[in-house]
């Protein structure tokens, strides 16, 4: 009820000076609603009111709205409908419900259906800023995540194609979900192809990498090649990177190195004409 609810529009307020966004008050009560929006309004947000899903649904098609405060119990409806619509967890639009119920569980279940943070009632214009302001830092800094991933994603598509060695991409099941061209030795070495399980030591090495967030190193052999391989995760992603790089050059390095170096102590030891062991190896 408006007269339970305690909003003083006229105390003195601090404002953290955050930019603008565009926010969504759904109220069936016009006196709390057009209190709200004021609060909103002088923080600098862009402000629009509904009454109920179908004005607010319409508005979300017409307006680019980023945060959503949403009362839980409309007439005849309920505000965790909108919820449930909206993605769950994204960052777009972000959802703060509003209820008049105390207890617990009703703000657990809330956060569990996808909502960034609750209000209960009665609420003073100091509780909407501090939430209001909480979920639009925690919203911008999904969004530069997000961004993030999605650029790192963009330059490792890039790299992939065009690297001459192998690049492949597993999930965390082990399947093969992506290699490029320069992986198909190692794939039918191993009689892969896209939507193939890996070994099960390869998987235990990717399921390693993921858990412990750190890259894995080894060696593979592919038909008289060697390459050097480093399992990557990416954060936040449900998939890790193989890249591969070819070292026999490196391989045959350090053979003709050993060969060389059992040849200098075999001529160390042993008589060169005669072969029989020398003063040095009695």
Known sequence: MITSVILIIMKKMKFT?????????????????????KTLESMGHRVAQAENLAAAREIIEQVPIELVLSDISLIGESGLDLL?????RSSDIAVVMMTGNSDAQTAIDCLR?????????????????????RVLERQLKMK?????????????????SENPNPVMRVDMDGTLLYA??????????????????LP?????????????????DF?????????????TPIRDAEYVYLYGHDISDLKRAEYDLTCLKDKAQKMA????????????FL
Do not use: C
């Open 269 to 280: 030891l042993y008589d060169g004409l005669t072969g029989l062991p020398n003063r040095t």
């Open 84 to 88: 449930h619509e909206l993605d769950p």
């Open 200 to 216: 099960k030591h390869l998987r235990d090495l990717t399921t390693r990498a993921r858990s412990e967030a750190r890259a894995a």
């Open 144 to 160: 530069a995540e997000r961004d993030r991933i999605e650029e790192q994603l963009r330059v490792l598509g890039r790299f992939s």
């Open 219 to 231: 060696e593979l052999e592919n038909s008289g090649r060697f390459y050097s391989m480093t399992v």
């Open 180 to 197: 490029n061209g320069a992986s198909s030795g190692i794939l039918d070495e191993l009689d892969l192809g896209l939507g193939a399980k």
């Open 17 to 37: 000076g955050k930019s603008s966004a565009h926010v969504l008050v759904l109220d069936d009560e016009p006196l709390l609603r057009s209190l709200v929006s």
């Open 113 to 133: 259906s996808g909502a960034f943070d609750y209000l209960l009632k009665p609420m003073t214009s100091q509780d909407i800023i501090e939430v209001v302001d």
